[in-house]
């Protein structure tokens, strides 16, 4: 078995966006004379699905809503995203990215992302950063029926790389996940893929009980090592 594919989580992974998300949520509950409480945002959004995040903070408050209002529900909050990314000089990439992505493309592996974000919020950011070039699979919230922790996001990359490399063959056990939230985590495992947790988000020693791997930064992943697990069969990472 060899590693052949990289999938990133987006939000937290990719780029620090999270207080943007976290003001959005807010200011589209206010809308609906409703309050974000404290803790909730963590509690109800990470490493979760935009369309899962806002439906559940509503039933908390006995507001249940079908799919058709929640869907223009996130068309604001995806506008107001795009107006925010507009008014920042330089988006809040997390450091190392490019010489990760620099890595991975230099050993011949494949990039997608799965993310609980819409579509439109990612590609506004990939297009901003010069980034699009790189992920030409992109799984989004708004194109699956189930959330983090489930797999289907993650196995769903897997036949669109497929489709996008007709050559490549890849199975889900030879895909790599980056990670930094429990929910994203569990679904990489869940898709019997194996998972670096970085601590953007949760502590490292959260991340630790998790993943195959953990670090600090993205710039700390030693991917040669990975690879060489990877070329093992019988051989399990261990937990650092």
């Not at 207080?19 to 974000?36: F, G, S, V």
Request: proline fraction near 4%; charged fraction near 25%; hydrophobic fraction near 40%.
């Amino acid at each position: 078995m060899s590693l052949k594919a990289v999938l990133f989580d987006f939000n937290g992974v990719i780029i620090n966006d999270e207080p943007i998300h976290a003001q959005l949520i807010e200011e589209i509950l206010l809308e609906e004379n409703l309050t974000l409480k404290k803790g909730e945002y963590r509690k109800f959004c990470l490493g979760r699905s935009d369309r899962s995040c806002m439906r559940d903070l509503l039933a908390s408050r006995g507001r249940v809503v079908n799919d058709t209002y929640l869907t223009k529900l996130l068309n604001r909050k995806a506008q107001g995203y795009a107006l925010q990314l507009e008014k920042i000089e330089k988006l809040p990439l997390y450091p190392g990215l490019d010489d990760l992505i620099f890595q991975i493309q230099s050993h011949g592996l494949k990039l997608a992302i799965v993310s609980g974000a819409i579509r439109l919020e990612i590609e506004s950011v990939l297009n901003l950063s010069k980034l699009a070039e790189h992920f030409k699979v992109v799984v989004a919230g708004d194109e699956i029926i189930t959330c983090k922790p489930e797999p289907d996001g993650y196995l769903l990359a897997v036949e669109r790389l497929n489709q996008e490399y007709p050559d490549l063959n890849l199975k889900p056990q030879e895909c790599l996940v980056i990670e930094d939230t429990l929910a994203g985590i569990q679904a990489g495992k869940r898709a019997k893929m194996q998972v670096v947790g970085v601590a953007h988000t949760y502590p490292f020693h959260m991340l630790q009980r998790w993943s195959n791997w953990t670090i600090d930064y993205l710039s700390d992943l030693e991917l040669e090592r990975v690879q060489e697990v990877y070329s093992q069969k019988d051989k399990q990472p261990t937990m650092e």
